[in-house]
């Protein structure tokens, strides 16, 4: 059985773990906010949106660098060389925390999951939003083959040349 002050110590990292997780739900969250904005073609408030992503991303790097510096004390703790993985802290340590580091590893592989998918996504949104942009400026620049429309692949439809109906609330 550990010391009660290494069990403080164990605590003390699960707390830190669910920290992150709490900060990564977050970041899902307004990573699905940001995707929102970008679908709705809304502009004026992606900004808003990625500064918060970005302020989220910020909370995350400092509460990692919390955590590691704890996982270190727990690492001589057992034993072990700095900077260990979840799964090896898993490995060494006696129930409950076992299945504690076991189940807060599993967490951060879900999650981390689907950021990559919605940062992906975002990516995507935000590249056929530039596409689009710089089609509308082509098209009101051109002088001959004026895109008319889209088609249903997502290329520019052509027509012939003639007079613009331009929408000015855009």
């Given amino acids: 059985m550990k010391s009660d002050l290494d069990q403080t110590l164990l605590n003390e990292v699960s707390t830190m773990l669910w920290r992150e997780r709490q900060l990564l739900e977050l970041l899902l969250f307004k990573l699905e906010e940001e995707q929102l904005v970008l679908a709705a073609s809304k502009p004026r408030w992606l900004h808003h949106a990625t500064r918060e992503v970005e302020m989220v991303l910020d909370q995350l790097k400092r509460a990692e ?19 260990p993985t979840l ?18 590893r599993q967490a951060f592989i879900l999650a981390t999951e689907e ?18 942009t710089r089609d509308a400026l082509a098209w009101l620049t051109s002088q001959s083959g004026d895109p008319a429309a889209y088609t249903s692949a997502g290329a520019m439809a052509h027509a ?5 109906l331009i929408n000015e609330t855009l």
């Fill in 65 to 83: 660098l919390l955590r590691s510096i704890k996982v270190d004390e727990v690492a001589a703790m057992f034993g072990l060389e700095p900077s």
């Fill in 87 to 104: 799964q090896h802290l898993a490995d060494v340590a006696d129930e409950p925390w076992r299945t504690i580091f076991s189940n807060h």
């Fill in 115 to 132: 950021i990559r998918h919605l940062a992906d996504g975002n990516r995507e949104l935000l590249a056929r939003g530039q596409k689009a």
């Fill in 160 to 164: 012939a040349p003639g007079p613009h």
